[in-house]
């Protein structure tokens, strides 16, 4: 098992990265992602250290211990989801740890990665953010015209009784 191939016995190319649909790339002016050249990605394939992948059986218990770690660190984020935590950051973080040796974890980090890079690019377009802000504007108005209402009708009533 090296890293250039995966458990299957096929060797891994690394793919040159290209802009995702809908990016930008530079003609436009004032665009900094045409001025920053993108990083090349990592080549696919376990990042075991080359001892513990010279022996098949030490390779394969490292698995599982990275496999049990990113499960533990998976399931403690899929808990704080519910609760309080940072609950995705956590997901992401056992991802991450598997992705240390699983392709598909790495895979699956990568679309990560470019889906979150196209949300952002969306979220900075001038239009999304100006709906944003119109649509945020709208939504208080009727918060505060609810909140008005319900004073108006019901007045302030104090959880505690102060007698001056």
Known sequence: MHAESDERG???VPVAMEP???DVTGDVPGDVTGDV?????RELGSRAPKFIKAS???HLSWQVGIFVVG???VVAGIIML???GPGWFVIFGGMAIWATEFVWAQLVLRWTRRKVTEAAHAALDPKVRRRN???TTIGLVIIAVLVGIYVWKFGIVMPWKIDQ
């Open 37 to 41: 050249p993108a990083a090349p990605e």
């Open 82 to 84: 519910p609760l309080p």
């Open 56 to 58: 098949r059986t030490l």
């Open 71 to 73: 499960l533990a660190v």
């Open 133 to 135: 802000i119109i649509l």
């Open 20 to 22: 995702a649909t809908g």
């Open 10 to 12: 096929h060797v891994v």
